[in-house]
Antibody
Framework: QLQLQESGPGLVKPSETLSLTCSVS??????????WGWIRQPPGRGLEWIGS???????YYNPSLKSRATISVDTSNNQFFLKLSSVTAADTAVYYC???????????????WGQGTLLTVSS | EIVLTQSPGTLSLSPGERATLFCRAS???????LAWYQQKPGQPPRLLIY???SRATGIPDRFSGSGSGTDFSLTISRLEPEDFAVYYC?????????FGQGTKMEIK
């Protein structure tokens, strides 16, 4: 059974760069055509797509983040990563990693999620 | 960017009743790449419906989706106690993919 697990520092100071890791078990990042992504949810609010990547390393981002986000992949350790630079209090959120099916006829959506990790931006 | 507007913001119903939730897009959603998710407190979202009307694996048949273009709906035919949660629609037909603001379904 596929499992995703986020890990990160929990607290980051304003203007610093946050780094999060998603560790995948029960399946290989490099198998199939799935894409892997990050989605965040500020406390008490809705969901925002941050970006997605394929195991090849090509990545796509939400323009609202103004090029602050970078997603990368380590297939040898079955992990992918999010870096978000120049953080502010507005970046405080629960950050989820997730997997998206590539097949329009087969559960085409974010079908597998981690439990999420709360990241707080504060001095 | 496609903006998804969900209505109502809150829906107060009793177990056994029928629920209909709406999602309106600011532009046509390409190929009906519209999904619905359920989220309970402290949990990640759960994929319910994809392609506007197809149930995801393991989702009970009391959940159904319909619509096309800019207007979509999610119907729960008979509410079970575990269905009281927040529901989000999401489009992935155009980048950036976007989510609606959510509809909270609460017990009346």
């Amino acid at each position: 059974q596929l499992q995703l697990q986020e890990s990160g520092p929990g607290l980051v100071k304003p203007s610093e760069t946050l780094s999060l890791t998603c560790s995948v078990s029960g399946g290989s990042i490099s198998s199939g055509s799935f894409y892997w992504g990050w989605i965040r949810q500020p406390p008490g609010r809705g969901l925002e797509w941050i970006g997605s990547t394929y195991y090849s390393g090509s990545a796509y981002y939400n323009p609202s983040l103004k090029s602050r986000a970078t997603i990368s992949v380590d297939t040898s350790n079955n992990q992918f990563f999010l870096k978000l630079s120049s953080v502010t209090a507005a970046d405080t959120a629960v950050y989820y990693c997730a997997r998206h099916s590539p097949y329009p006829a087969d559960d085409y959506g974010w079908g597998n999620w981690g439990q999420g990790t709360l990241l707080t931006v504060s001095s | 960017e496609i903006v998804l507007t969900q209505s109502p913001g809150t829906l107060s119903l009793s177990p056994g009743e029928r629920a209909t939730l709406f999602c309106r897009a600011s532009q046509n959603v390409r190929s009906n790449y519209l999904a619905w998710y359920q989220q309970k407190p402290g949990q990640p979202p759960r994929l319910l419906i994809y392609g506007a009307s197809s149930r995801a694996t393991g989702i009970p048949d009391r959940f159904s989706g319909s619509g096309s273009g800019t207007d979509f709906s999610l119907t729960i035919s008979r509410l079970e106690p575990e269905d009281f949660a927040v529901y989000y629609c999401q489009q992935s037909g155009s980048s950036p993919q976007t989510f609606g603001q959510g509809t909270k379904m609460e017990i009346k």
